[in-house]
């Protein structure tokens, strides 16, 4: 009874979804209050009976409900409850119903949230978004619908793939998805200001810590992945250009692109027409990322079975998307005001190249990601495109933009003095010449690539305290400041991380039998064999080693393993690492290499890797610069009029 | 500055960064693809020599000879097998029977020195590349026995 609820509530949303996506649209049009209201009300309704149906098939993983097809599929009696109710997204229709799930909180959000708003603006908002709700319903209830029954239940489920019974299931998903449809709402409040002819600064001032809030879940949920990779996975890896890592890599791209050029409508009036792009790019891509993982059309680890038709729905979702808005635009685009002026060298320059510079990037991710699919699709054979060509690409298109990091913040915006900044900043060219050459000798050897990378380190983190001195000078500085400059410094700790760990790791697959020894970055492994252990729905066994310093002191034991789940016969690799602030030392099992397990020997992988936590820390301190921005006061005051325009910027 | 002289800088600069963006692909483009080749490819003598290709289908049953750290395994179409040789650590879902891709290169004994052996991670989960190589080979069987 239940799932049929889940199964009706859901239906029910999608009707509701489609009066919210139509009549504040056309009631904002012919200007009608009565339609303009129905807005608030019917988003609060399709998200309570979204919130339902979710909640129904949650309930339905709680009790093992094995007559539902998803829940048989994801879940067992022995699978601990926490990983069977982080399983109601462990698959492909709850995922999605997921998605769905949020889209609709982030509208609730908006509706909630937006009281400074004029209503007519909130109402096409929360159309579009209420439109968008209704494709990828239509998507859920047509082809993926999670509540189908079957017709004899099994009296046990399949249970959750090994891989995602990890507690990175229940973080990872929901903070990308949170991010990914998070997009959503840039890209509805791009729409509803197009529609409504009306691409302003206050636009971008209600547009921005909507977006700046997305873009914060959307990095923690990357950066969350990449660590869950790292642990979970066994191969020690933090990014492997896989497609789907970059599926999500690029609406951030666009997203960072997206942030930076919104400051500049905001403050300038400039860039509109690009912020409108860079926001339907942002969301076309979010959804080009759900179809390139859901169709299966690519190689990818986390290409799951699937179903053709499911892909092609997505992909006519996608064009409609696409399609509709960049019409919309064209329509309105000439009417667009071009907004202030600038001179050549000036803060907008340097966003503007800011902007190149991640589109450009993203690009380049997209051609690689694709290239595949598009010489299939043309008969030229089947091929892949490996890291090598993203590391070629992408690192070279980075480099300018570390070195602009320093500069935007300190020009002036219209006109900057380019001999009065570099005269302000060249402390941080003699500390960044300094940390390019004595850094990586302290580092055990001098290498040209991890130089480069800390002289820029050095250059970003000197401007930094610069930037600060000069900031205070003109007062006490705003949240929204602060944040960027936590952003900022967030990227360079993950620089250091990334420049770090690619130069000075060291991996050795071995072959040891109990009593040996490796040694790996002046850490050295003794194995003491393997025992047999249970866990809650698995067997593992588990190998037993002891960590040594350098000087020989005793570090720390670690327990890798290698288990056996009860459902399945996919063996897992869980990895054991001991976590430092300059050093990961890591461990993982691979194979016995004779059939006595406990007393023989076995292959054996172990890491040194330097710094590698910086890079997430540095996504964390990213993310919390954005939710500083996001929090800024500014934004929580009513907007005096609607068209308002910052004082001393020409009309 | 003039404003068209702006214009000219800015569009210049636009066009001079697009055109080192464009390069940099290309060049990295053309050096790090790796070419699908189905195991009845290989036996044909249609690999590239030399180059970094991809091969793919199941693992056969049976062919897995371990030696330390280095794996013997065939991996066949259902028509032609090919023999692989890899050292190092496989992934936890490689086994007999199953679907994989291996990338690396031909020698010249007919053998397949490969670099890197792909994961899956799901059971039910076949690699495309390796879906499509057993294909391959049985529309050929099929036009074969016609």
Redesign the interface.
Known sequence: MIPELGHFALILAFFVALVQGVLPLVGAHKNRADWIAVARPATAATFLLVGVSFACLTWAFYVNDFSVEYVAGHSNTQLPLMYRLSAVWGGHEGSLLLWVFMLVGWAAAVAAFSRQLPAAMVARVLGVLGLVTVGLMAFVILTSNPFDRLMSPPAEGRSL?P?LQDPGLIYHPPLLYMGYVGMAVAYAFAMAALLAGQLDAAWARWSRPWTTVAWVFLTLGIALGSWWAYYE??WGGWWFWDPVENASFMPWLVATALIHSLAVTEKRGSFKNWTVLLAIAAFSLSLLGTFLVRS????S?????TDPKRGLFILILLAIVVGASLLLFAARAPKVSLGG?F??VSRE?FL?VNN??LV?AC??VL??TL?PLIVDAFGG??????P??FN??FI??MLPLLVLVALGPVARWKQADLPAMLKKLWPAAVVAVAAGIVLPMLAGKWHAYVALALALVGWMTAALVLQTIERFKAGSPTASWWGMQLAHFGLAVMVVGIAMVSTYEEER???MEPGETVSVGGHTFKFHGVRESRGPNYTADVGDFDVFLANGKFLRKLYPEKRDYDT??????EAAIDPGFTRDVYVSL??P?SPDKENG?W?V?VYFKPFVGWIWGGSLLMALGGLLAAADRRYRIRAKSSSAVPAGAPA | MKSRHKRIALIGGGLAAIGLAATLVLNALNSNIAFFVTPTEVAQGKAPQGQIFRIGGMVKEGSIRRDNLTVHFAITDTATAVPVVYTGILPDLFQEGKGAVAQGRINPDGTFTATEVLAKHDENYMPPEAQHAVDQAQKAQKTLKQ
């Open positions: 793939n891989l996975l066994g299966g059309v690519l190689t680890v986390h290409a799951f079975a002026r001179e050549l320059t503007l190149v510079l450009v690009g380049a051609l690689g290239y054979g089947k091929i892949s495109v490996g090598p060509y070629a690409v070279p298109i697959d071995v072959r399945s016969q996919m063996p897992m690799t691979a194979e290499l020997p292959a992988r």
